[in-house]
């Protein structure tokens, strides 16, 4: 294993976590495409199970490739360990399962993915685990949904799909003050743009999918922590409910990793100037990104965050029905959920991603019916701009014809 440090995340990304498990001296990490691991012997296989000799068993419980993975990316959020996962969801079930039983309460930021949002409030009913849906950018509300068998907070920052921006010194704070674990989403911003070991926060989680992946060819996650509660999470929940991430997919984001820094300087760039077309145009309402002055989460640019990432959302000035008609015009932005690829993406929270949620939930976590998403992807950004702007002056026609 490398022990090496290096002081350059752009570096971290491209050659952190390797395992010396290259007999060749293979340039590119060798995918270690197999199921299972041949014991030298039946003594060495029992050895192995029982924990008494390192090495590689069977793929669910551990493969040299993901371990790659798993490396880097712990080097990058500046943590001890990481476990990969097969999905983004199967990071924050594992992560969270891992740690919560019966008769536990976990305290969760009222607006988060939908399907995070469906694990809390559907399933954890089911297994007598109690949640309380905050408002995390109010500090007292948060120290109000303290109870005695609170074990763990849960948020993401930037919140998807509003983009509000929490506080991560006080979560980490308050967690340690209460003896919470701290779990932070940090799939919008990357560790390059946020590191929330920082603030002291606990357990980081990816959907691996999105940037680190970058090319919108898996589905994986990742959770970066101690090497104590990594270690619990690998021998509890992704061993037994097994939601391993695959070798080739481990393999592919490693590939995604090396472009990193690059994609995401590109990615801040183009979001910025779609931010500021869309904010300046007239059928635009309300528009939600960071790194706007107008945005209550620019404070924490330059401090928290060193950018405000890829993804915005923005209210039309329309209804529902013209927010389809311009999403349905857009040509070179796809429609599709997830983020964080080339290609740019639109999509519809309301009635996509956090269609988990009930309308009076949707509410009262803040996403409008109106409220349109964007991944803004590697394109050239003035193409990006320009099918916005087609999209938006059919959608403003078709507005005038009805009034007419
Ligand atoms: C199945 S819906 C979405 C995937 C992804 N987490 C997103 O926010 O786009």
Redesign the pocket.
């Known amino acids: 294993m490398s022990k090496q440090q290096y002081s350059h995340p752009d570096t971290v990304c491209i050659h952190a976590g390797k395992t010396g498990l290259n007999p060749h001296g293979a340039l590119a990490t060798p995918l270690y495409q197999t199921s299972t691991f041949v014991f030298d012997s039946a003594e060495q296989g029992a050895a192995r199970f029982a924990g008494e000799e390192p090495g590689y068993i069977y793929t669910r419980l551990g493969n040299p490739t993901t371990r790659e993975l798993e490396l880097k990316v712990a080097a990058l959020e500046g943590m001890e360990d990481a476990a990969a996962t097969a999905t983004?969801?199967g990071a924050v079930a594992a992560a969270t399962m891992a740690f919560l039983q019966q008769g536990d309460h976990l305290i969760a930021s009222k607006a988060i993915?939908?399907?995070s949002f469906a694990l809390f409030n559907h399933q954890f009913a089911r297994y007598g685990i109690e949640v309380s849906f905050v408002d995390m950018t109010d500090h007292n509300a948060i120290k109000q949904a303290l109870k005695p068998n609170t074990q763990m907070i849960f948020a993401e920052t930037p919140i998807?799909?509003t983009l509000t921006v929490l506080d991560l010194e006080f979560i980490g704070q308050f967690a340690k003050q209460h003896q919470l674990i701290s779990v932070i989403d940090n799939?919008f911003l990357t560790p390059l743009l946020q590191k929330p070991a920082d603030y002291g926060i606990d357990l980081i989680l990816h959907?691996a999918?999105?940037y680190l992946n970058g090319h919108g060819d898996v589905v994986a996650g990742i959770i970066v922590g101690s090497t104590e509660r990594i270690t619990q999470i690998k021998l509890t929940t992704l061993k037994d409910m097994g939601a391993t991430i695959s070798p080739h997919d481990a393999w592919l984001i490693i590939r995604g990793l090396k472009t990193l820094s690059v994609r995401m300087e590109r990615h801040c760039q183009n979001a910025q100037k779609v931010a500021e077309f869309l904010e300046a145009h007239p059928a635009i309402g309300q528009v939600y990104y960071p790194g706007l002055k107008s945005h209550p989460g620019y404070k924490f640019i330059g401090k928290q965050m060193k950018a405000a990432g890829g993804v915005l959302a923005f209210e039309l000035n329309g209804s529902l029905d013209d927010g389809r008609y311009f999403i349905n015009q857009c040509k070179l932005l796809s429609l599709?959920?997830?983020?964080g690829d080339a290609e740019s993406?639109i999509?519809h929270?309301a009635s996509?991603?956090?269609?988990p949620y009930t309308a009076e939930e949707r509410q009262m976590a803040g996403i409008s019916d109106g409220l349109i998403?964007i991944?803004v992807g590697l394109e050239h950004v003035e193409d990006i701009i320009a099918d916005l702007k087609q999209a938006l002056t059919l959608m403003q026609q078709r507005q005038q014809i009805a009034i007419v």
């Open positions: 983004g969801m993915y939908g399907c998807n799909p799939t959907s999918t999105k599709a959920v997830s983020l993406l999509q929270p996509m991603t956090h269609s998403r991944s």
